[in-house]
Nanobody, 127 residues
Framework: QVQLEESGGGLVQAGGSLRLSCAAS????????MGWFRQAPGKEREFVAA????????YYEESTKGRFTISRDNAKNTVYLEMNSLKSEDTALYYC????????????????????WGQGTQVTVSS
């Protein structure tokens, strides 16, 4: 049974930082690209960042470039999202997800191509 478990969310002041983690089990982790998505109340789920299978390629939503960094450790079956310079508009429930699709901008920004999802971790940024 595939499980993705996010952790690291919380309440932080604007300008602060958080590091999210997502531990995977029941899956051959290195065969999947990994992504982070988020959903704020009343809004559609949106792509945040993704990393290819080897960790060598990364993709970011425009508003997170330069502030967020995605990385993975295949030995630990874990993907990370380092978030700096947080803004109130970053407040959302953050999900990690695993995709077996082709790598590339179009594929990894498409939530419909992710096979497995975690339950989410809440990030709240106070202004």
């Amino acid at each position: 049974q595939v499980q993705l478990e996010e952790s690291g969310g919380g309440l932080v002041q604007a300008g602060g930082s958080l590091r999210l983690s997502c531990a995977a089990s029941g899956v051959t982790f290195s065969r999947y690209s990994m992504g982070w998505f988020r959903q704020a109340p009343g809004k559609e789920r949106e792509f945040v960042a993704a990393v290819g299978r080897s960790g060598g390629t990364t993709y970011y939503e425009e508003s997170t470039k330069g502030r967020f960094t995605i990385s993975r450790d295949n030995a630990k079956n874990t993907v990370y999202l380092e978030m700096n310079s947080l803004k109130s508009e970053d407040t959302a429930l953050y999900y990690c997800a695993a995709s077996g699709s082709l790598e590339g901008d179009w594929f990894l920004k498409n939530a419909g191509l992710y096979a497995y999802w975690g339950q989410g971790t809440q990030v709240t940024v106070s202004s």
